[in-house]
């Protein structure tokens, strides 16, 4: 079982940045690809940012392309999502997720954080 921490939300006026930190409760985090989800009121949750266990490859929403980075340190089992530009529609509850290397779906999350931006 891996335990996953979120934190960094917070109020934002449109514009300014934030960054969410999640930290992994395992001693493999190394073979987990991390991602981050969020989920707006009156939505489904989607897809926002992934990264391989390596942090060779990243994978963006088109909403956020430019404006987030998604990065991971694997000495302090954490992952990092820098969110830049912010608008009021980034306003959601961010979700950490993890994918270990074996499996195809998404194994384990965080239990979230709120980003709200204001306009």
């Known amino acids: 079982q891996v335990q996953l921490v979120e934190s960094g939300g917070g109020l934002v006026q449109a514009g300014g940045s934030l960054r969410l930190s999640c930290v992994a409760s395992?001693?493999?985090?190394?073979?987990?690809?991390m991602g981050w989800f969020r989920q707006a009121p009156g939505k489904e949750r989607e897809f926002v940012v992934a990264?391989?266990?390596?942090?060779?490859?990243?994978r963006y929403a088109d909403s956020v392309k430019g404006r987030f980075t998604i990065s991971r340190d694997n000495a302090k089992n954490t992952v990092y999502l820098q969110m830049n530009s912010l608008k009021p529609e980034d306003t959601a509850v961010y979700y950490c997720?993890?994918?270990?290397?074996?499996?195809?779906?998404?194994?384990?999350w965080g239990q979230g954080t709120q980003v709200t931006v204001s306009s």
């Open positions: 997720a993890a994918a270990h290397v074996s499996d195809s779906g998404w194994d384990y």
């Open positions: 395992t001693r493999t985090f190394s073979s987990y690809a």
């Open positions: 990264i391989s266990w390596s942090g060779g490859s990243t």
